[in-house]
């Protein structure tokens, strides 16, 4: 059974720094593509970040030069590093498996809140 | 960059009814469409993909159709596990979400 997990979120300042873990099981882990999609309150969902399987990374204009996304694939894991927090980040982050080959997300996490406030 | 449209933002529905929810690209996006449902508290769940390739294990129901520039969500006979929020994502071109409609219950 696929499964990822999300851990790290939290209460963090303004300006301040965070770090998100995503646990990943039941599937092949180096083999896919893996996303960040954040969902501020009351709002939609937002793409934040990808990873290729071989490390290639692309970013919301967003979050691009504050966040850096990473996979350890001997560990089967996924990470955000968030720098440079702003009120506006405040949102779940959910860890989204892209589907082999094509691009949609075919599995999610239950996310993991991340509040930026003073 | 991609804009995607999604329309209603709420639709009041009963069940039984039968539902449509509307995706307008900005620009053609090659049928690189999919649709989620979004409960609060839960994982988002993979309905369709290529515009109208239903996932394995949703309920026939749930279709889509469209392409180049609009697409569609159906749900023929709605059911009380469906009322939620449902978002169309472009994936020709990075990763664009539409709005969201929410599904409430009339």
């Known amino acids: 059974e696929v499964q990822l997990v999300e851990s790290g979120g939290g209460l963090v300042q303004p300006g301040g720094s965070l770090r998100l873990s995503c646990a990943a099981s039941g599937f092949t882990f180096a083999n896919h593509g893996m996303n960040w999609v954040r969902q501020a309150p009351g709002k939609g969902l937002e793409w934040v970040s990808y990873i290729s399987p071989y490390g290639t990374t692309s970013y919301a204009d967003s979050v691009k030069g504050r966040f850096t996304i990473s996979r350890d694939s001997a560990k089967n894991s996924l990470y955000l590093q968030m720098n440079s927090l702003r009120d506006e980040d405040t949102a779940v982050y959910y860890c989204?498996?892209?589907?082999?080959?094509?691009?949609?997300?075919?599995?999610w996490g239950q996310g993991v809140l991340v509040t930026v406030s003073s | 960059d991609i804009q995607m449209t999604q329309s209603p933002s709420t639709l009041s529905a009963s069940v039984g009814d039968t539902v449509t929810i509307t995706c307008r690209a900005s620009q053609s996006i090659n049928n690189w469409l999919a649709w989620y449902q979004v409960k609060p508290g839960r994982a988002p769940n993979l309905l369709i993909h290529k515009a109208s390739t239903v996932e394995s294990g949703v309920p026939s129901r749930f279709s889509g159709s469209g392409s180049e520039t609009e697409f569609t969500l159906t749900i023929s006979s709605l059911q009380p596990d469906d009322f939620a929020t449902y978002y169309c994502q472009q994936y020709d071109t990075y990763w664009t979400f539409g709005q969201g409609t929410k599904v409430e219950m009339k």
């Open positions: 989204a498996r892209a589907a082999l080959g094509l691009s949609f997300f075919d599995f």
